[in-house]
């Protein structure tokens, strides 16, 4: 397992990042137990989630209901989760949502990631990882 899986596994680490190319992290990720999901926020944003994690038909398409379907993935049997978004949002309140379910799935011991692509690093995030 190399460095970058591990850290995906760790549910201590969990939380929100960016990466400014999805390629290592593609490839730490195939083959592995976790769910993976890509968020096109080109598309609005709550039926860019809807879509990518397959949200049950009661997801209410707001904020509150953001954060109740992405601290259940009941439906999304894995050991835990990634969520790539890709696009233009840069909303804090997506951020915040995505910062909470991180923190919600780390208590109960199994990782959550929301990496945003962001190659120009515009975002105040922490990177996953330091490219080689």
Request: proline share 4%; hydrophobic share 50%; charged share 30%.
């Amino acid at each position: 397992m190399g460095k970058l899986l591990e850290r995906l596994m760790d549910p201590a680490r969990s939380g929100v990042y960016r990466v400014t190319r999805t390629d290592e992290l593609r490839d730490a990720l195939r083959g592995g137990s976790l769910a993976v999901a890509t968020v096109d926020l080109q598309q609005p944003v709550f039926e860019a989630f809807a879509r990518a994690l397959a949200f049950p038909d009661w997801f209410g398409r707001n904020w509150d209901a953001l954060e109740d379907c992405l601290t259940d993935l009941s439906w999304r049997q894995a050991a835990g989760h990634v969520v790539i978004l890709e696009g233009n949002e840069d909303s804090g309140i997506l951020a915040d949502v995505l910062r909470s379910a991180a923190q919600f799935w780390a208590a109960r011991g199994k990782p959550f990631f929301a990496v945003f692509v962001d190659p120009e690093k515009r975002l105040k995030l922490e990177d996953l990882f330091r490219a080689a």
